[in-house]
């Protein structure tokens, strides 16, 4: 029994290991670039100008993580591959339904969200919002079942694919002219790259698998999986609104050039996340689905060998980059940079919390356990907005409203992580009723 259970927690690290390294060597090739690239963007364009592009981006990601009203995170999760194609096409529909009603909502609503952030030419460059959430909205779609068909290299050549693409077009833009409207033109072109080129690398998957596909079973698997975009959608609203209030926040009450320096900071300490944690997160949500259906003790092996190697990764990445930032973002960024530097301390807590949690929160998604997860992210974003208020109200200094606000978040994101694990504990009793 032991011997069997040892045996068994060798493959799963072994291969567990095996597959992060695929996925991360795209992405720690992407996210290289980018830190090489950063400090030649951050000479040609200004703070101000990296500012309208953080606006632009909170406004894209929010809407981007209901763009297919979650759908696409059930696509792992059926037996067959004839489900999950079904699964896929409902994704597809729905996206292109979002981005058809964030057009019109942009030609109703787009003056009052001029005026809220005052800043020029805002109105021009929205109009590329509805490309970027298609882009945006095919990658994630496509990256799901990539995960399912474990075909990681796919994912990590599609990520260099659509960041090399969006840093290039920004530095080559950027020498024509050094506005905001040029970064977010490199945000655009370098997401249709990426989720276009995703999708037709699976084109013979597609081809191969469309006799599966029917009105009869997409309408059976969206009500089979009715609980992600009615459960689920509403706690990634909560979700991209705790993420990304903040932006919203600094660039209505301390300005637009305080929200790019918010932007490159947040940017640093979001890389160990990008380069190692996206990747445990994928491989752990592909891993965990299929473990679920053979052994729960092997899925529990699983998450508590992902948190402990997360831990200890933290403790090490994030001392590190608390350590050096002061001193080196003015030499790496120029000295225009120098407060985004005081930033990162501030956000240091609140980026080391989020590296451990976000993978293991896919527990809820694995589980099933949908509806615990909206009041856990309720109660997060009530934490962050009870921390912009009193910024708001007994705050004056920049950094004491950041670091009141990466306090707020903490204490938001520790909540998910405790409700991660109970998630399991949960789960556990439910099949022993």
């Given amino acids: 029994m032991k011997q069997g259970l040892a045996k068994s927690l060798h493959l799963i690290k072994n291969d567990f290991v095996r597959s992060v390294t695929v996925l991360m060597s795209g992405t720690m090739l992407s996210q290289m670039a980018i830190i090489l690239v950063t400090p030649i963007l951050t000479r040609i364009y200004g703070p101000e100008e990296f500012g309208v592009y953080a606006v632009y981006t909170a406004i894209l990601y929010t809407v981007s993580i209901i763009a297919s009203l979650h759908y696409e995170t059930a696509i792992p999760l059926p037996k067959e591959d004839s489900d999950s194609i079904n699964i896929m096409v409902v994704a597809l529909i729905i996206l292109c339904g979002t981005i058809l009603f964030i057009s019109l909502c942009m030609i109703l609503f ?68 050094n506005t905001g409207g040029f970064l977010i033109a ?97 491989v752990y949500l592909a891993k965990a689905a299929k473990l679920l259906h053979q052994s729960f003790s092997e899925f529990l092996m699983l998450f508590w060998t992902t948190v402990k190697k997360l831990i200890l990764i933290a403790c090490i990445v994030f001392t590190f980059i608390s350590i050096l930032s002061p001193s080196v973002f003015p030499i790496v960024f120029g000295n225009e940079w120098k407060e985004a530097g005081t930033y990162v301390l501030c956000m240091c807590v609140l980026y080391f919390i989020q590296f451990i949690v976000v993978p293991i929160s896919t527990n809820f998604y694995l589980l099933e356990l949908l509806h615990m997860q909206i009041f856990v992210e309720a109660g997060r974003l009530i934490l962050l907005l009870a921390g912009i208020l009193y910024a708001n109200y007994f705050l004056t200094e920049a950094w004491q409203i950041i670091l009141c606000m990466s306090i707020a978040g903490s204490f938001g994101s520790l909540l998910v992580g405790i409700a991660s694990w109970y998630s ?10």
């Fill in 186 to 282: 490199g945000e655009v072109l370098g997401r249709m790259i990426g989720g276009l080129g995703l999708a037709y690398s699976f084109k013979k998957d597609i081809l191969t698998s469309i006799n599966h596909i029917s009105w009869k079973k997409i309408k059976s698997m969206a009500i089979r999986y009715k609980n992600f975009p009615l459960i689920s959608s509403w706690s990634s609203v909560l979700e991209g609104l705790s993420n990304h209030i903040p932006t919203f926040f600094i660039a209505g009450t301390l300005g637009v050039k305080a929200a790019g320096w918010y932007l490159i900071a947040g940017r640093i300490l979001a890389l160990p996340e990008a380069i190692l944690g996206y990747s445990v997160k994928q």
């Fill in 110 to 177: 787009l003056q009052p969200l001029i005026d809220l952030f005052r800043i020029q030419n805002f109105a021009t460059y929205l109009y590329g919002l509805p490309l970027s959430i298609l882009g945006l909205g095919m990658f994630q779609v496509f990256q799901l079942w990539a995960l399912r068909q474990e075909k990681y290299s796919n994912i990590a050549k599609g990520r260099v694919r659509m960041n090399i693409t969006q840093i290039s077009s920004q530095v080559g833009l950027g020498i024509i002219s």
């Fill in 424 to 433: 399991t504990s949960y789960y556990r009793k439910k099949l022993t009723l």
